[in-house]
């Protein structure tokens, strides 16, 4: 059943080109420069008088749920609150009849996130719930839905659940910029050409599979890791962390390039590899001066940055290339590396990948 795969996490990391294509199948029409909503059975009218939207949820999807607030603001101007589920439902959230709130969940099972949504709902908000498992409780409570389709995930640390997550965001996000005027014809054709370009590249990330366990192999007896990204990088960062938290029970963290100065860069010697999401684009320059931070007080970089991010690569130790596309799908194109590094890392540890210690693949209890 893992289909000649070790693990059933290689299997799900590997069987992302198809999760995405199944994500997009039916939702976009390129030729003409559309993204078909219908089926989650929001109108225009419910597009028009959204003022604020709400993303809650945990963990892996609650890091999607940023990388969702970057393309919605930016593709659509609507301000975007992103909070984890239990710390939304112990506030006193702002919420109205024009807010909608999105709930992203895998499982569609995690307490924390139905209290979430049922909150959202009794103050009176539309609420939209991104999910895989077709049927399942946040499905049947929520006033739409957008089934990810990216299959069974059975290996508890998720991974094309979370790159469909985004996927699901992007093609919301061109949807509700185009009715709320925000983006023209020609911008939403180039952002779908990319999109359908995308299975292609996540394969050529995986590609570095061979490299990538190459680099595991000098690092997997380290004690703690960093991991960096900006901007929509960010969140990437996070849930590169994440993975090797849970499958390796390294103890890694995720920050915001920019905030090393703040106090983290204490934390920097010869021992900690520091991952770093440096991908060409707006943010290249800065990412760079960061890394320059962090080398010149002893740190080994690990640079996942774009075939022709040559600076990148001088100043780390190991680097990987990713084919980027843009801005908002090479976060999806820098996670695949991450995937692999932890999977490659916790084997080598001999953790069981599938079944880590003290985790559940859906948290039913709050
Ligand atoms: C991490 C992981 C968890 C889940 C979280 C939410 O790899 O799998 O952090 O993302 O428990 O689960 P869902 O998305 O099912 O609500």
Redesign the pocket.
């Known amino acids: 059943e893992k289909g000649g795969y070790r693990h059933f996490m290689l299997k799900e990391i590997y069987e992302q080109p198809r999760a995405i294509a199944d994500t997009i199948r039916g939702r976009v029409m390129p030729e003409s420069s559309e993204v078909v909503i219908e089926e989650f059975g929001l109108s225009e009218k419910d597009i028009t008088s959204i003022d604020r939207i709400f993303i809650v949820?945990?963990?892996?999807?609650y890091h999607a749920g940023i990388v969702g607030k970057y393309m919605i603001e930016e593709l659509t101007r609507i301000p975007v609150e992103v909070d984890i589920a239990s710390e939304f439902r112990y506030r006193n959230p702002i919420i109205t009849q024009s807010t909608l709130f999105i709930a992203?969940?895998?499982?569609?099972?995690?307490a924390d996130?139905l209290a979430a949504i049922r909150q959202a709902r009794s103050l009176g908000a539309k609420v939209m719930t991104i999910c895989n498992v077709i049927g399942s409780t946040a499905s049947r409570e929520s006033d739409f839905v957008f089934y990810t389709h990216s299959g069974p995930e059975i290996g508890?640390?998720?991974t094309k659940?979370f790159t469909t997550q985004i996927i699901a965001l992007y093609l919301l996000s061109i949807a509700f910029g185009k009715i709320r005027g925000c983006l023209d014809d020609r911008t939403i054709s180039m952002l779908i050409e990319d999109l359908l370009h995308l299975p292609a590249s996540v394969e050529n990330s995986l590609e570095l599979d061979n490299e990538i366990n190459n680099i595991a192999k000098e690092l997997f007896k380290a004690k703690d890791f960093l991991y960096l990204g900006r901007g929509i990088n960010y969140p990437i960062a996070l849930e590169g962390a994440?993975?090797l938290k849970?499958i390796s029970y390294i103890h890694a963290e995720g920050y915001p390039a920019g905030e090393m100065k703040h106090g983290p860069i204490a934390l920097i010697d010869e021992e900690v590899p520091v991952v770093v999401l440096a991908p060409s684009g707006r943010l290249y320059e800065k990412i760079l001066s960061n890394m320059e931070e962090v080398k010149s007080r002893g740190g080994t970089l690990i640079a996942i940055t774009s075939s022709d991010g040559e600076s990148a690569k001088r100043l780390s130790t190991y680097s990987i290339s990713i084919h980027g596309i843009n801005d908002y799908l090479n976060a999806v194109l820098l996670t695949i590396p991450l995937q692999l590094l932890a999977y490659h890392i916790a084997v080598l540890r001999g953790c069981d990948v599938d079944q880590p210690r003290n985790l559940a693949k859906?948290?039913t209890v709050e």
């Open positions: 949820a945990c963990g892996t999807s992203i969940t895998q499982s569609g099972e995690t996130t508890v640390a998720s659940a994440l993975k849970e859906s948290v």
